[in-house]
């Protein structure tokens, strides 16, 4: 009678080798890879739009067109990797497409107009000296984005799709990526920007916007899992904020004119350089604390604290 040689195996020399335990497979799609294509994926075509415009100079009447295509573009990434990774995934994040679609029509019906017509932060904010500027764009242009994700975040997945901390990045993700194409169609079609400029600009933006999400991200995957003090989410708000008002403040200084008007790309280089080593730092530096929170739970399930 035979049993057990399912996971025996022979190495044709005599030797037989030990049973290999099935690998175990993880349920959830992964989260840091998705960010990293879709991120490196709006990088690589920003660089051939600006080497493009460079040899070949654009028609006038297909700016806007083109506007609009980029502006969409990270929303389209988010959905051929993040999102595509999810419908693959055994146990997909059900809820990120609502918070990406909830997250655009807040920033259209509230977060754009708050921002650009009844405060008016560009109109007199960037004649302010440079630490009164750092503190209005943080205010205005950080604040108010990243308490207005978190609260589609905390009310439509909070409560019964939290499973896992990588669910807070997850869904912190859709709903920036969701936010941003608002504001960058309102850039492309009341600015008309050429298109290596609105490109520029439109990466920027959302590797300023993503950093901050990952680090309101880890905010709330402590406050869902863990027992931190309730200082804790306002604090990382507040980081996430100051970095927003310093990044477009000197962005402000490097282009010399109001945050929504095209400016000349050798300066929007720079600001493009700035968000894309912004992005890369600050992802580093979450998957690091992520990794870590989550061995410490781990060892602390095994102790039984």
Same mark, same amino acid.
């Given at each position: 009678?035979?049993?057990?040689?399912?996971?025996?195996?022979?190495?044709?020399?005599?030797?037989?080798?030990?049973?290999?335990?099935?690998?175990?497979?993880?349920?959830?799609?992964?989260?840091?890879?998705?960010?990293?294509?879709?991120?490196?994926?709006?990088?690589?075509?920003?660089?051939?739009?600006?080497?493009?415009?460079?040899?070949?100079?654009?028609?006038?009447?297909?700016?806007?067109?083109?506007?609009?295509?980029?502006?969409?573009?990270?929303?389209?990434?988010?959905?051929?990797?993040?999102?595509?990774?999810?419908?693959?995934?055994?146990?997909?994040?059900?809820?990120?497409?609502?918070?990406?679609?909830?997250?655009?029509?807040?920033?259209?019906?509230?977060?754009?107009?708050?921002?650009?017509?009844?405060?008016?932060?560009?109109?007199?904010?960037?004649?302010?000296?440079?630490? *009164?500027?750092? @503190?209005?764009? =943080? +205010?205005? &242009?950080?604040?108010?984005?990243?308490?207005?994700?978190? %609260?589609?975040?905390?009310?439509?997945?909070?409560?019964?799709?939290?499973?896992?901390?990588?669910?807070?990045?997850?869904?912190?993700?859709?709903?920036?990526?969701?936010?941003?194409?608002?504001?960058?169609?309102?850039?492309?079609?009341?600015?008309?920007?050429?298109?290596?400029?609105?490109?520029?600009?439109?990466?920027?933006?959302?590797?300023?916007?993503?950093?901050?999400?990952?680090?309101?991200?880890?905010?709330?995957?402590?406050?869902?899992?863990?027992?931190?003090?309730?200082?804790?989410?306002?604090?990382?708000?507040?980081?996430?904020?100051?970095?927003?008002?310093?990044?477009?403040?000197?962005?402000?200084?490097?282009?010399?004119?109001?945050?929504?008007?095209?400016?000349? *790309?050798?300066? @929007?280089?720079? =600001? +493009?350089? &700035?968000?894309?080593?912004?992005?890369?730092?600050?992802? %580093?530096?979450?998957?690091?604390?992520?990794?870590?929170?989550?061995?410490?739970?781990?060892?602390?399930?095994?102790?039984?604290?």
């Amino acid at each position: 009678m035979e049993f057990g040689t399912e996971n025996v195996r022979s190495t044709g020399t005599g030797y037989i080798v030990p049973p290999v335990e099935d690998e175990e497979i993880y349920p959830y799609a992964r989260v840091w890879p998705g960010l990293a294509a879709m991120a490196g994926t709006l990088f690589g075509v920003v660089v051939a739009v600006v080497l493009i415009s460079a040899v070949v100079d654009p028609p006038r009447n297909i700016w806007s067109p083109l506007g609009v295509l980029l502006a969409l573009l990270p929303g389209l990434l988010w959905c051929l990797f993040p999102w595509l990774a999810e419908r693959r995934a055994e146990l997909g994040r059900e809820r990120l497409f609502a918070v990406f679609i909830i997250s655009a029509l807040l920033a259209n019906a509230l977060g754009y107009p708050l921002i650009q017509h009844w405060l008016a932060v560009d109109s007199w904010g960037a004649q302010q000296p440079l630490f *009164t500027r750092i @503190l209005i764009y =943080s +205010l205005a &242009i950080g604040t108010i984005p990243e308490v207005l994700k978190y %609260l589609v975040v905390r009310y439509v997945a909070w409560q019964d799709y939290f499973r896992i901390r990588a669910d807070a990045t997850a869904y912190s993700i859709a709903a920036t990526i969701g936010y941003l194409t608002v504001l960058h169609l309102h850039y492309v079609l009341e600015a008309s920007p050429p298109p290596d400029t609105a490109a520029i600009r439109i990466f920027s933006t959302t590797a300023i916007a993503l950093s901050n999400s990952l680090i309101v991200a880890y905010g709330i995957s402590e406050m869902r899992f863990s027992m931190p003090s309730p200082l804790l989410l306002p604090g990382v708000i507040s980081i996430a904020s100051l970095i927003s008002g310093v990044v477009f403040a000197v962005r402000g200084n490097l282009s010399n004119t109001r945050l929504t008007l095209a400016v000349s *790309t050798p300066r @929007l280089l720079i =600001s +493009l350089i &700035i968000s894309a080593v912004l992005l890369m730092g600050i992802s %580093l530096a979450m998957v690091f604390l992520f990794n870590t929170t989550e061995r410490q739970a781990e060892e602390a399930q095994g102790t039984g604290l």
